[in-house]
């Protein structure tokens, strides 16, 4: 076997987002039809341990396998500072302590892939809409320079206007922007890979705009999720 694939999600103390990415590693190792053991997965963050001592271990327990290159996939849904600056440096990290075997290839991070569009327009579909809806695709959002463009061009592919959580604009600018005009029926897509602290907070933001904005009609759909379908999309990535 020449490859083994390693996952980083951004990590989180809620157990439902702990056990999401256990539970999307397990689904891509099936997809990829390989033993679990060729498949990792760690936090960047929130870990006992930093990310690359997760990728030495990770490698060294790999030893007379036959594989020659870990592949690692960002979960990372936009190209901030931990996309561009701070995985980067675990992986040089880790490579320092490994050498050259295994190698270690940094692949792009998954937001990046074009079939996100496909998915996130199904996940339009479920939540609630009717033709005259407006679409809103809720990002987390980047101070860094130039990453919340890749989130304004996915979201004009998707025909839905941009908003993000920690930088403007954010969801409740969007929203009154929307009502003001006239425009109340509001389909909203969280851009997030799991259910945690951060999608009950929008969820609960949420129900207070419907309060303030009692003449609205507003459908908060669910984040990706550890689905089948975000499965074969990271497989389609590792097999590039």
Do not use: C
Not at 84 to 113: C, F, H, M, N, W
Not at 129 to 145: K, P
Not at 184 to 194: E, G, R, S, V
């Amino acid at each position: 076997m020449e490859f083994a694939y390693f996952l980083v999600w951004h990590g989180s103390r809620d157990r439902r987002s702990q056990a999401a990415s256990h539970h999307l590693a397990y689904l891509v190792t099936q997809a990829l039809g390989l033993a679990p053991s060729l498949v990792g997965v760690a936090p960047l963050e929130l870990s006992a341990y930093p990310l690359h001592e997760a990728l030495v271990q990770f490698a060294q327990q790999l030893q007379g396998t036959g594989v020659q290159t870990i592949r690692i996939l960002p979960l990372f849904l936009l190209p901030g500072v931990h996309v561009r600056e701070d995985i980067p440096a675990e992986v040089a990290q880790a490579r320092q302590q490994l050498g050259t075997s295994p190698q270690l290839e940094l692949l792009d991070y998954l937001g990046k892939q074009p079939q996100m569009v496909e998915l996130l327009t199904q996940e339009f579909e479920h939540t609630p809409q009717n033709g005259h809806s407006q679409r809103i695709l809720l990002s987390h959002g980047s101070r860094r320079e130039g990453a919340n463009t890749a989130i304004a061009t996915l979201a004009q592919q998707l025909n839905a206007t941009p908003a993000y959580w920690s930088v403007p604009p954010h969801l409740s600018s969007q929203i009154e922007h929307f009502v003001t005009n006239g425009q109340t029926d509001i389909a909203i897509q969280p851009y997030f890979l799991f259910t945690g602290g951060l999608t009950d907070a929008i969820a609960q933001e949420v129900a207070e705009l419907r309060v303030k904005f009692a003449d609205a009609t507003l459908n908060l759909g669910e984040p990706l999720g550890a689905t089948p379908q975000l499965a074969q999309l990271i497989t389609e990535k590792l097999h590039e």
